[in-house]
């Protein structure tokens, strides 16, 4: 079962102001149930793809596997973009990208902006958490989950965004104390 999105889905909310220049995939590995240590547990990757800037998830799935055509149904999913940057994962390659394919199979240079992501996703949500005792014993319920806070994250980047942006003050002498950027402080759970 698969939950990859966009507009064409309605499952992730992208902000107006998504640049479509470059777009990083990756994936996270995770697993499903918890089950005695004799037992193997279901493994479970979760794909995203995201743009730089701002940097929001424009697309995701959750699959048993990470075949091609998994991803390609994220790629497909979305507006195209000029670039796709990829790490040394070899199913990449399998992948028909509509603009250029950067695979990068030396360093993190192309796709550390999606491997902070997903670092976040594993901050934010503690099923995902390494040595967790928390964990999702279906599928749907994890994608259910990410779907939900993939939502407020990609609000939240645009607040962020906006928030960077300065404001133009009226008087032609702002009194020194005051910042020029906006003064309303908010966090992602604003968002949830």
Known sequence: MSCAGLKKTGTVWISKETDFEDFELDELYWFIEKKAETKTRENMYIMTMISRNPRQIVGFAVEKDKES??????????????????????????????????????????????????????????GLARKSRCFYRKLETLQAVLAVFIDAYNKYGEAKLKYRKPVIHKTPFPAPHLHKFRDTPFCILDYL
């Open 69 to 126: 055509f998994r991803i390609q149904g994220i790629v497909d999913s979305v507006a195209d973009a000029k670039k796709y940057n990829t790490d040394g994962n070899k199913t990449y390659l399998d992948v028909i990208f509509p603009g250029k394919h950067i695979y990068n199979i030396d360093d993190k240079t192309d796709t550390h902006n999606v491997e902070s992501v997903n670092a976040d996703l594993r901050c934010y949500i503690s």
